[in-house]
């Protein structure tokens, strides 16, 4: 059974980086899927897809994001990045990492459980 | 503000029928594409629910169904039980944003 894993900071500073790893398992990062996304929720909020990376590095951001985020894929480790620059306190979410469906119409399954990331000023 | 717009509530008695609204535009579900949905039990991670307008994945009770037209799409609990106490979030692609999108959600009570 594919499982995610989200690890990194549960604190980071406003203007530093937020930088999140996501832990592949159960299954190839490279077979089980084409691309690998991220998406976050902030605090009483709802769902906020991130971006998308592909095996070929190719990626896809939200354009609100576009500027500050990074996501990457390692297949020799099995596991994908999220990198977020400049962040502030709206960045405040819980991020969550998620594979989406391949061909057209995409949906995401499965999910990790969710990392909480706080900005602090 | 989210590009797909869902009631911020729904309730029901237990055994009832709830539906649960999504309204998207011509970008979006209009442009003829598909919509799913996801349950987020408090405190927990969204749980994929329904792919594809009226799938449902792996699992989850006939009671839920999905339905599409136009630019909306809906979500429907039939015999509603304790246990789908939960947020449910609709999800499209959007072609101004390029990329998915989802509605706010919507908290579902059982009375």
């Known amino acids: 059974q594919l499982q995610l894993q989200e690890s990194g900071p549960g604190l980071v500073r406003s203007s530093e980086t937020l930088s999140l790893t996501c832990a592949v398992s159960?299954?190839?990062?490279?077979?089980?899927?084409?691309?690998w996304s991220w998406i976050r929720q902030a605090p009483g909020k709802g769902l906020e897809w991130i971006g998308s990376?592909?095996?070929?590095?190719?990626?896809y951001y939200t354009p609100s994001l576009k500027n500050r985020v990074t996501i990457s894929i390692d297949t020799s480790r099995n596991r994908f990045s999220l990198r977020l620059t400049s962040v502030t306190a709206a960045d405040t979410a819980v991020y969550y990492c998620?594979?989406?469906?391949?061909?057209?119409?995409?949906?995401?399954?499965?999910w990790g459980q969710g990392t909480q990331v706080i900005v602090s000023s | 503000q989210s590009v797909l717009t869902q009631p911020p509530s729904v309730s029901g008695a237990p055994g009832q029928r709830v539906t649960i609204s999504c309204t998207g535009s011509s970008s979006n579900i209009g442009a003829g594409h598909d919509v799913h949905w996801y349950q987020q039990l408090p405190g927990t991670a969204p749980k994929f629910l329904m792919y594809?307008?009226?799938n449902r994945a792996s699992g989850v009770p006939d009671r839920f169904s999905g339905f599409k037209s136009g630019t909306s799409a809906s979500l429907a609990i039939t015999g509603l039980q304790a246990e789908d106490e939960a947020d449910y979030y609709c999800?499209?692609?959007?072609?101004?944003?390029?990329?998915?999108?989802f509605g706010i959600g919507t908290r579902v009570t059982v009375l």
């Open positions: 998620v594979r989406p469906s391949d061909g057209p119409g995409v949906w995401f399954d499965p």
């Open positions: 999800q499209s692609y959007d072609n101004n944003l390029n990329g998915p999108v």
């Open positions: 159960g299954g190839s990062i490279r077979t089980t899927s084409s691309s």
């Open positions: 990376v592909y095996h070929s590095g190719t990626t």
């Open positions: 594809v307008n009226s």
